[in-house]
């Protein structure tokens, strides 16, 4: 019985533990949207990087947690709106403040951001009929 809990205490403890690195809900930050973008900073980029992660042994780097999500209203409208994801969003060394690499992260959200206007468009041109198709495209 005794080995059955502190089997159970030990999964859940290391669930939390590799959880931390999807989301980092210690410091969770909302996810901002892309009319916000003049304002992110890079200690906005608050979420974990894996241990001993490294990108083709290049240690100044970030990455950026973007996503496009699409509501749909009761009036039979939809909004589409890219957002960047500050708690899922990394700097390999949190001392690295350079105004180079977040242009270049920050590019990444407006590619994001452009995905999200050619969605809306074809949404605008074909109706909302076909939503879910264009979305699995």
């Known amino acids: 019985m005794k080995v059955d809990v502190i089997i159970a205490v030990l ?3 290391l669930l939390g533990n590799v959880s931390l690195y999807h989301v980092n809900w210690l ?9 916000l973008i003049d ?3 890079m200690t906005d980029f608050k979420g974990l990087k894996e241990p001993n992660q490294s990108l083709h042994g290049d240690q100044e780097f970030a990455f950026i947690h973007t996503t496009i999500e699409v509501e749909e209203s009761t009036d ?3 909004k ?3 957002y960047f994801h500050p708690s899922r ?5 949190q001392e690295v403040f350079s105004p ?3 242009k270049h992260e920050l590019y990444h959200f407006r590619i994001t951001e452009y ?3 050619l969605i809306r468009k074809e949404i605008a041109e074909n109706g909302m009929q076909n939503v879910d198709e264009l979305l699995e495209r």
């Open 76 to 78: 039979n409208s939809v």
């Open 115 to 117: 995905c999200a206007r």
């Open 100 to 102: 180079e690499l977040l």
């Open 11 to 13: 999964g859940f403890l």
């Open 89 to 93: 969003s990394y700097t390999f060394d």
């Open 80 to 82: 589409v709106t890219a």
């Open 39 to 41: 304002q992110i900073e």
């Open 27 to 35: 410091d969770y930050s909302e996810p901002v949207p892309f009319e």
